[in-house]
Every structure is written in C-alpha cells, then in structure tokens.
C-alpha cells in the first residue's frame, strides 16, 4: 500500500470514529430540545378540524405514539433509527423516510451547484487579486467581494428575480421546474437548469466572498515560504509556481472553511427555498415547524447531522491528500 493510500485510509478511519458519536449526540440534544417546545402536530390538527373531542385527541397521540413518557419516546426513536426507520408523520400520515426521500435530491442539487459554484468562483477569484495585488484588478475584485459579503442572500434574490425574472425574463420566478410542460430529455435538463440558476447564484454569492478573500491572504502568505523562493530561484515559470506550489497549499484553509460552512449553506437553504419556491427541505423544515410535525423535523435535523459529518470526513481526506505532512492523529 502506498503512503497516499495509507494516510487517506488513517484519515477516513479517524473521521469515522468520531462521526458515531458525534452524530447520536446531536440526535440526542435534538430530541430533548424539541421536547421543550409547547404543542405537538395532534394540537395542529385538532386547532385546524375543528371538531375534534379530547377522546380523538388522546386517540392520535396513541396512534403516534406521543402518549408515552419522554425517555420511553427517546428510546422508541433511537430503536427505530437502528433498523433506519424515522417513523411516521402525523401531519402528512406517511413515512418520513418517504417525505424526505421526495426532497432531498432537489435540496441537494441546489446546495452541491452553489457550493460548486462559490468555491470555482472564488478561488478564481481570490488567485486573480493574489497575482495582481495592489493592482486595480484586486481593488475592484476586493470591493466586489466586499458587496457580495455584506448582501443578505434573500435580499439577493428577490432583486434577482425582479431583474431577471420580472424585468428581463429570462428565468422563471420559482419552482423546480415547469409544472404541466411534460418535458423529457435535453428539454427536462435545460428547464432545470433555467430554474437552478438564480438560487444557486444567491445562495453563492456570499460564499464566492468568503472564498475569493481567504484565496487571497492564504496565496499570499505561502507565496512568502522558503520553497516558494526557491522555486522561483530554480526559474519556475509563474504559472507553475503560482497553480503548483502556491495555490495547492493555500487550498488547505479555503477547503476547511468550506467544509465548516456546508452546515451554514444547509441553514440559508431554508431562506432561498422559500424566497424561490424550491421544493426541497429547507421549506419541508418550515412547514413541519409550523405544524409541530416534529417527526419530520427530527428527520430532516438527522439527515443534516449525516451531511455535514460526511462533507468534514471527505475534508479531513482531502486535507491528507493536499499536504502530504498532515498526519491524522
């Protein structure tokens, strides 16, 4: 086995380690905070039938089992989790791995493309102002990305689609795709995409800033190292020097920001896909806040748990591939 090999594999096994328990604590901690909360869905339902007695009430706790002490209601949901079963919804009355499993591709898709797009974006970015720095390339960049930093990702939104969508036309107001169109192919591809395209680019815009910044001030700090010189001494062209020797160690910082901020991106999701209508979590998240379905919001808080654990473990490895003298410990 190579010593690439061997350091990845440390590094998955260690991040793997710490994943378990990571993530049944916050299992945990979730559960006992959403006990706090006042209400549960059977209270929804009954405010919104009408005529629901206190028998049907006692009835539907029973059928969802919220009838029970809170240890015992721990113990259910940890049981079920092992045999991968969420349980049931009182408010849409089908298994919550079924109602998520129906959003989390588009939630997904919107995530992977801005986080996509902010990273290629800002490193770009970031490696143009380190190149020129002090020039008026990086003056202007620098204030770009300043803008895109102090605008609220919602704020970015609307005034996009009253541009591009109201004003101009070019990109639909909402939604995933074009309800009815009965698209396939090339044109269910391109439809979806005409819909990704602004929340993808206003959920980014804030991380294209933090990126571009952070490219900066980590190219210019290795830029100062004694191989760096050396390279340079050796008659290294700049392009080599600049995209081998400088931009593949400043990385290292930019993709650990990235992956502290996927659980932030997960959060502001909630605010797109409610400002574009983007059938995805962050607004399934919403609505079972706003029914007390707390089955469903348990769900979604565990699959986010899974995410951003999975995107730190693929950080940690690629950490030990970028810069062969991290040793994982």
């Keep these: 086995m190579s010593s690439t090999s061997y350091r990845l594999g440390a590094a998955l096994r260690k991040t793997l380690w710490q994943a378990v328990p990571t993530v049944v604590g916050i299992v ?35 059928h969802f089992g919220l009838d029970v ?9 940890l049981s079920n989790l092992l045999h991968f079963d969420l349980g049931n919804s009182p408010r849409h ?8 499993g129906t959003r989390i591709g588009n939630t997904l ?26 020039r008026w390339p990086d003056r202007i960049l620098s204030v770009l990305s300043l803008l895109l930093y102090s ?9 996009a689609i009253v541009l591009f969508s109201v004003k101009l036309g070019w990109f639909p107001t909402g939604g995933n795709i074009t309800i009815g169109a009965g698209l396939s192919g090339w044109a269910y591809l391109l439809d979806v995409v005409r819909h990704l395209t602004l929340p993808a680019l206003a959920m980014a815009g804030f991380y ?33 020097v600049n995209l081998r020797h400088i931009l593949r160690n400043a990385l290292i910082p930019v993709t650990t920001v990235a992956g502290l901020h996927f659980g932030t991106l997960l959060g502001g999701a909630v605010v797109i896909e409610v400002v574009f ?21 348990m769900g979604i808080l565990f699959l986010s748990s899974l ?21 994982p410990r």
Excluded at 109 to 130: D, K, P
Excluded at 208 to 237: C, H, N, P
Aim: charged content about 10%; hydrophobic content about 55%.
């Design 28 to 62: 945990i901690l979730n559960f006992l905070l959403l006990q706090m909360l006042p209400g549960d869905a059977v209270d929804v339902i009954a405010a919104e039938s009408g005529s629901a007695t206190q028998e049907t009430m006692a009835q539907l706790r029973a």
């Design 208 to 240: 294209v800033a933090i990126f571009s910044r952070l490219t900066r001030s980590a190219m210019l700090e290795v830029s100062r190292q004694d191989y760096v010189r050396t390279a340079w001494a050796k008659g290294v062209g700049p392009v080599a």
């Design 69 to 77: 002490s809170m240890p015992q209601q721990l113990w259910n949901y």
């Design 93 to 100: 009355n089908m298994p919550v791995t079924t109602l998520i």
């Design 277 to 297: 209508s983007w059938p995805g979590l962050g607004r399934l998240a919403l609505e079972s806040v706003l029914s007390r379905d707390y089955s469903v919001l």
């Design 307 to 327: 995410l951003v654990v999975f995107v730190n473990m693929l950080t940690d490895v690629l950490h030990a591939w970028l810069d062969p003298r991290i040793q």
């Design 151 to 159: 605008t609220p990702s919602f704020w970015l939104g609307l005034m």
């Design 109 to 134: 898709l919107l995530m992977i493309t801005a986080l996509g797009l902010a990273f290629v974006l800002g490193v770009l970015l970031g490696l143009i102002m380190a190149v020129r720095v002090g």
